[in-house]
């Protein structure tokens, strides 16, 4: 016996057309007119979308202190069936087995949507060159370097960045960066410090615009000499967004996202009083109005082409933030945003007009699986993928509330905005899990996706050299 989900109107990054779903063994078997019912449990979707189940290709689970996979069901119920986590390294062991404890510590038997990974390099020697050609066969295609940090694990000069791009393009994996200039911000952090400004506000004013524009505009001239594809991670500021455009625009396989927070909450969320600005610490900085706007227009231009949630749901919450009480500089980064984002994209930018129904499937679904390599297992409705799919009820009409929060922690980053519509019923590989904004399914059984090389990113830059 099969699901049947019977006329709903399907959207996908391309189309919207009414048809019946029917889905045997967690996978999509036929799409049609009229399918036949006997047999199958049919589910009457008319008068809703029905699209594919979210995919998240960038949250983190487990790693900088954030809450881990136990929390992962906040993505089912906010319609995201598919989450790919960035796995961090630890100090002297490799990517791979850095990786492997990861999965094993935190996500096994804990995962309940099903997940993926990107690499974080936070070793920096060169023992990561000899290992960048074995990571394809270990299930790594992904590979991210951060330009800002300084004096953590985390910031990678550009000369290792550079040289592990020469090696990555001839295994098809995609380098991607957190592109801010890390000296820069932690001149600024000090000097703000010395000056007696402490509060979450500085936290923006360290990290100013020109500081992701610049370590944007020199991570593509990195890619560009080194002739490899290039996707930039949480792209805040519009002249970095420009910076992708114009490099695309010269034909280079150059790419970026956006998050939803970059879309949404202006910076004057950072001046909140009683410290409640520390709440929405993450990096890049939140930005101002006018940034929000080009940003939303770059989605529709597809000048960003995919939005992630940049999920970090600090371990502790807002209790926690307080670290950084005295100084801006010691906020704990990240956001919870892993429950709300695809309720953020719709409401705010389907419902308000800013982009189209088949844009809002390609940015939170279609090419967050592309960009990560598990597409068309995931992000999409046709016969051989996976039954990751939403009954969306474009009607209903309510508010974000902390109270409805899956995140587990003590804040709801959206709290106070409008739902435009709602998750009627959402399953994933065919199984209901959530329904009507609630986890309808046992915790613990997602499933590893394991990822493909020559992504995205490459697409088009295969096109181009084999012309
Ligand atoms: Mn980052
Ligand atoms: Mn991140």
Redesign the pocket.
Known sequence: MGLLIKNGNIISATNEYKADILVIDEKIAEIGIDLPEEGHEVVDATGHYVFPGGVDEHVHMGSFATLSFETSHAALVGGTTTIVDFAPQFEGMGILDSVKKHDDERAKGKASCDYSYHAMVMDKSDKLLDEIPKLVDGGITTLKF?M?YKYTPFMVEDDLIFRSMQIAKDYGITIMV?AENGDMVYTLQNQLYSEGKIEPIYHARSRPPIVEDEATQRAIYLAELADCPLFV??VSSKGAMMNIKNAYDRGLPIYGETCTHYLTLDESYLAKPDFEGAKYVC?PALRTKDHLEALWDGIEKEYLVAVGS?HAAVDGGFERKKDGIDNFAKIPNGSPGIQDRLTMLWSQGVAKGKISRQRFVEIACTNPAKVSGIYPQKGAIAPGSDADIVIFDPDYRGVIKFEDSYEGTDYAAYEGFERIGRFDKVYLRGKLVAEKGKLVSEKGKGKYIRPKPYAFAYDEYTNYKNE
Do not use: E, P, R
Request: charged share 15%; aromatic share 14%.
């Open positions: 951060f800002a957190h991670v949480h990096s940049d």
